[in-house]
């Protein structure tokens, strides 16, 4: 199957940095990636999404300025989440779809832990 | 609401027993799929059963697919400790497409050694 690499797997910060999260396809063109937030024992809450060379779609309730999101090609996509703050933290998972199968799966990154302190 | 919502929350078994786990949604939809994560992980698909499809199987893995009732069973025969994971279902709605699927909150599978 596809494969999404995303980087990195955990990342500590101290409140008011900025930490950027990379999604990569590596063997297949990402028009389109999916970004998520998870809490502990929670399901996956979209928060964006991406398409290649245009501006991403946000969610309701989520801040596009806070929550930047570039998707200059097709196989990178990257979240930035600016001026970090404890109640950041979360597990921030990416995912998109592979044409080769009719775009109907999706194949998620590893997921990103972040912690702020 | 939640378009996928699985029960039970949360299940423990002993290992070489068989684990099932529900998925109810609300709308009418193209497919339903199953994922699963470990913790700490991304997901995984597992499998994709289509709205005409009532029955699915994929080595240990058995879904099924009610469309009357909205609902859908996940059955891991003969479970093994490393099956031990969340398995959460998403739908994806009628013209939805990938980018329309929505994801359950999940049930957390414990297999006891």
């Known amino acids: 199957g596809a494969v999404v690499s995303q980087h990195p797997s955990r990342v500590i910060c101290k409140s008011g940095t900025s930490v950027k999260i990379e999604c990569r396809s590596l063997d297949f063109q990402a028009t389109t990636m999916f970004w998520y937030r998870q809490f502990p024992k929670q399901s996956l809450m979209l928060m964006a999404t991406s398409n290649e060379g245009s501006k991403a779609t946000y969610e309701q309730g989520v801040e596009k300025d806070k929550f930047l999101i570039n998707h200059a090609s097709l196989t990178l996509s990257t979240l930035t989440v600016t001026s970090a703050h404890p109640e950041d933290s979360s597990f921030y998972i990416c995912s998109a779809p592979d044409a080769r199968t009719t775009n109907e799966k999706l194949f998620f990154g590893s997921g990103t832990q972040l912690s702020v302190l | 609401s939640q378009q996928g919502e699985e029960d039970p929350q949360a299940l423990s078994i002993q290992e070489g027993e068989n684990a099932t786990m529900n998925c109810s949604y609300k709308?009418?939809?193209?497919?339903l799929q199953w994922y699963r994560q470990n913790s700490g992980r991304g997901l995984v698909h597992l499998i994709l059963i289509r709205s005409n499809e009532r029955e699915k199987h994929s080595g240990r893995l058995r879904v099924t697919l009610d469309t009357s009732k909205k609902s859908s069973s996940l059955l891991i025969t003969a479970s093994r400790a490393a099956d031990t994971a969340s398995y959460f279902c998403a739908t994806d709605a009628l013209g939805g497409g990938a980018d329309g699927l929505t994801f359950g909150k999940g049930t957390h599978l414990i297999i006891q050694p």
């Open positions: 709308t009418s939809i193209n497919n």
